[in-house]
């Protein structure tokens, strides 16, 4: 268990509905990142948050958003799905600093069919 | 706009051959962090570079940091089955200290 706790683990959807993905980052994490990873992008950055402030965004489309909550709890929503969002969905935390990498949760497998 | 990239894509080795992955920068970083994700699992965290021409070994791992900060190195010494997954390098996007831009990884397999 890294700490980073990430729910759902699978999810199959059709195209056009509307998911909502959850993240609890590691206890004292401030920051939260989203990633997609499909097979042949890598780890693509989507989003990034800082103590419930939106900090970063990377590519992320206008049919995502997100937001982290005063518990710390991060969200990703993604909405009219389409086939090609179907991917690995990973959240991140990390203290801010050098010398600290992201501790990764275990992500979320979206199969839109 | 700025790019990390990886070399090999693949790397098959024979366990007890050594194995290394190139990591290059379109720009300067700050540090550098390696990431290894064993297949069907997550990214996990191995070691942060931080100063140019850097060094540090992690047991049958060694990290180098490029002297111009724009390239770094993953050599694993006499492979084990183990070590098999994807390794990914990782700097921050812009300069900055927040978000990680991935390189896209070195898929290693090792045939026992």
């Known amino acids: 268990d890294s700490g980073v706790t990430q729910t759902p683990k699978h999810l199959i959807t059709a195209t056009g509905q509307r998911v909502t993905l959850r993240c609890s980052p590691r206890s004292g994490d401030l920051s939260v990142y989203w990633y997609q990873q499909s097979l042949d992008q890598g780890l693509q950055f989507l989003i990034q948050?800082?103590?419930?402030?939106?900090?970063a965004k990377g590519n992320i489309l206008e049919r995502f958003s997100a937001q982290q909550f005063p518990d710390l709890h991060s969200e990703l929503n993604l909405s009219s799905l389409e086939l090609g969002d179907s991917a690995l969905y990973f959240c991140a935390s990390s203290v801010a600093g050098i010398g600290y990498g992201y501790t990764f949760g275990s992500g979320t497998r979206l199969t839109v069919v | 706009g700025q790019q990390v990239m990886q070399i090999p894509q693949y790397q098959h080795v024979q366990e007890g051959e050594d194995f290394t992955t190139y990591c290059n920068s379109s720009?300067?970083?700050?540090?550098i962090q390696w990431y290894k994700q064993r297949p069907g699992g997550h990214p996990v965290f191995l070691i942060q570079l931080v100063k140019s021409g850097e060094v540090k070994k992690q047991k049958r791992l060694t990290f180098q940091f490029g002297e111009a900060k724009k390239n770094s190195s993953l050599h694993i010494t006499a492979t084990q089955t183990t070590d098999v997954g994807t390794y990914f390098c990782?700097?921050?996007?812009?300069?900055?200290?927040?978000?990680?831009?991935f390189g896209k990884g070195t898929k290693l397999s090792v045939k026992p």
């Open positions: 990782a700097g921050p996007r812009g300069g900055s200290q927040g978000n990680l831009i």
């Open positions: 948050y800082y103590n419930g402030e939106e900090r």
């Open positions: 720009t300067t970083l700050s540090n």
